[in-house]
C-alpha cells in the first residue's frame, strides 16, 4: 500500500488571534448600511488559513524559484507555472473583467504535481448587487510550463493556449 504524501498548511484557527477577532465589527450601523457584504474594518489576515511564518509577504511572480528541502528525491529548486488567468464576470447585466492573483500552493509528492489558487476579486457597489453575478468566464491569456491533466481538459476550452499533459 502506497501512503499519499501531501503538504498542505493545517489550520490553526482555534489559536488567537481567531476568524472572529479578524472579521471586522458586526454591529447595528454594519447592519444597516453594509450587510450582507463584510464589515468595511475586515482585517486581511482574515482570509489566511496559515501561520504567519508559512505566509509570503509579496506576491510570488513567475521569476520565484519554489524551493524544496528535506524532503530526499524531491529536493531542489523548481519553478512554478505561470499563468496570467483573468476572469470576466457579469454582476447586474455588466461584464467586469479583472486578473486573478495567486493566492495558495499545494505540492502532492507522489503524483508529482503543484496545486495553484488563484482568486479573483471585484467591487460590488452595494449589497442588492451581491446575488446579481449571473456568469464567471476565466480566461488562460499566457502561460508557460502549464499542462492540464487527460481528466480536466474538459474544464478548459480547447485553444492553442493549453496543452495536454502526456
Avoid at 85 to 110: K, S, V, Y
Amino acid at each position: 500500500m502506497t501512503r499519499k504524501r501531501v503538504f498542505r498548511h493545517i489550520s490553526d484557527r482555534f489559536q488567537p488571534p481567531s476568524l472572529r477577532d479578524l472579521a471586522g465589527t458586526f454591529d447595528a450601523t454594519w447592519q444597516a448600511e453594509r450587510a450582507p457584504l463584510l464589515p468595511a474594518d475586515l482585517d486581511p489576515g482574515y482570509w489566511q488559513s496559515v501561520q504567519p511564518e508559512q505566509q509570503i509577504p509579496r506576491p510570488v511572480t513567475p521569476d520565484d524559484p519554489l524551493v524544496l528541502t528535506g524532503f530526499g528525491l524531491a529536493d531542489g529548486a523548481y519553478m512554478l507555472p505561470h499563468l496570467d488567468l483573468h476572469c470576466a464576470t457579469r454582476i447586474a447585466g455588466e461584464w467586469t473583467i479583472a486578473p486573478t492573483a495567486l493566492q495558495g500552493i499545494a505540492l502532492d509528492l507522489n503524483s508529482a504535481t503543484v496545486s495553484l489558487t488563484y482568486l479573483e476579486t471585484w467591487p460590488i457597489a452595494s449589497a442588492a448587487k451581491d446575488v446579481d453575478i449571473s456568469q464567471t468566464r476565466v480566461m488562460l491569456n499566457e502561460w508557460n510550463s502549464f499542462h492540464v491533466r487527460p481528466d480536466d481538459i474538459g474544464h478548459f476550452a480547447r485553444s492553442a493556449q493549453v496543452r495536454e499533459a502526456s
